[in-house]
């Protein structure tokens, strides 16, 4: 069968397909999933386009299982993805942090929703943003992305796959309601523009262990059926792989499994800086929130009120440089009862406040706009 690859172009997607024609494009080749909104169209995409493209889908009988099936399939030297939201993560993460202790190269997509428990399954939310950090149990760094807009959805999965294969570590790729069901139009580069964004993952060189590191602490991959002997286990392990239980062999390599992260978190950060050389207040967002926050800014700005928005793209590692270079007042907007208010407020050298919904839908521009005049004073 000839390969169908997207053609340049523009396309009129939502943001699900977005994610799944930005995987394929960034090479992915392998997905595993079960279907739970809003992510579901991504499944579905993935199992249309991949075999287009060489690739396999599998539709697993639960999220335990689609994880866990991405983590033997990275083994291979497969680009993997699955897809989910919240319920589905909390039932991910345990082989989150087995994908973290034997540093296996995965990309798990979070479209957030209502929550707690089944919460508000097709609307907005923004409540798992410490769980992408945090979700599983341990003394972890993890990688953990989102986009604000359909074309971005489909740009930053190169920067997804691409940083779990260079760091050996999972990537939450965070969506929202919002933008896995809107629909916008995204313009494909051509495929050798494609290719050329594509960093594949250190190969292990004959002789070396399998969890031998290199000056940057991430160790080549070994990849099974190219003759290595490799024996992965969540147990703590020496660099060979076997199970080491001490606590010599723990710290050694807890530490550098986060350093491993930490020391490169300058390379890691992406922030969009909007209207905040001079500003007096900054308005913290993220994802679709950030959308009406944008807009909010410019209204305020009319007024004559020096405002300002911090977008965080990055969200982990936390891009605190961001927070400690201004010294203006802070806002935090976000839809849920607060979270990373906590982490703006443990870097931010002046005062942060709080702009909250539950879920549900974005807020409005204007009541943003009331958030920066009661912050102002104007």
């Not at 997207?6 to 080749?29: M, N, P, Q, T």
């Not at 689609?66 to 993805?81: F, N």
Request: with cysteine; hydrophobic share 40%.
């Amino acid at each position: 069968m000839t390969e169908k690859h997207l053609k340049e172009g523009y396309y009129f997607w939502s943001g699900d397909v977005a994610a799944a024609e930005g995987a394929i494009a960034a090479g992915c080749r392998f997905y595993a999933g079960y279907p739970i909104t809003p992510s579901s169209e991504i499944a579905e995409q993935m199992a249309l386009r991949l075999p287009q493209v060489g690739g396999r889908f599998i539709e697993m009988e639960d999220e335990i299982g689609s994880i866990a099936a991405i983590i033997g399939a990275s083994w291979t030297g497969e680009r993997a993805m699955t897809a989910t939201a919240g319920p589905g993560i909390s039932l991910m993460n345990e082989n989150i942090g087995l994908a973290v202790m034997t540093e296996v190269p995965i990309v798990v997509v979070n479209a957030m929703r209502g929550a707690p428990s089944t919460g508000l399954p097709t609307l907005i939310g923004q409540g798992d943003l410490m769980q992408a950090r945090y979700g599983s149990h341990g003394s972890y760094e993890i990688i953990s992305l989102y986009p604000n807009s359909i074309q971005e959805t489909f740009d930053l999965m190169f920067d997804a796959f691409n940083l779990a294969e260079k760091y050996r570590v999972p990537v939450i790729y965070l969506l929202d309601g919002l933008l896995a069901h809107m629909y916008e139009r995204v313009y494909v580069p051509p495929r050798e523009e494609w290719e050329k964004r594509i960093v594949r993952r250190k190969r292990a060189r004959k002789g070396q262990l399998p969890y031998e590191p290199d000056e940057d602490l991430v160790p080549p991959m070994p990849l099974i059926g190219e003759g290595f002997r490799i024996h992965a286990t969540g147990l703590t392990h020496d660099e060979r792989g076997y199970p080491n239980l001490t606590p010599q062999a723990q710290e050694k390599l807890i530490r550098r499994l986060n350093e491993k992260i930490l020391r490169h978190e300058r390379e890691i950060w992406k922030v969009e800086e909007f209207m905040t050389e001079d500003a007096d207040v900054i308005v913290v967002s993220f994802g679709g929130e950030s959308r009406a926050v944008k807009a909010a800014v410019k209204k305020a700005r009319k007024e004559g009120i020096k405002a300002g928005m911090l977008r965080l793209i990055t969200i982990w590692p936390f891009p605190w440089e961001y927070i400690r270079k201004y010294s203006a007042d802070f806002i935090v907007a976000e839809l849920n009862y607060g979270q990373i208010y906590h982490k703006v407020r443990e870097y931010a050298e002046t005062k942060v406040h709080k702009l909250n919904k539950m879920g549900g839908e974005i807020h409005t521009p204007d009541e943003v706009l009331k958030r920066i005049r009661e912050v102002s004073g104007k």
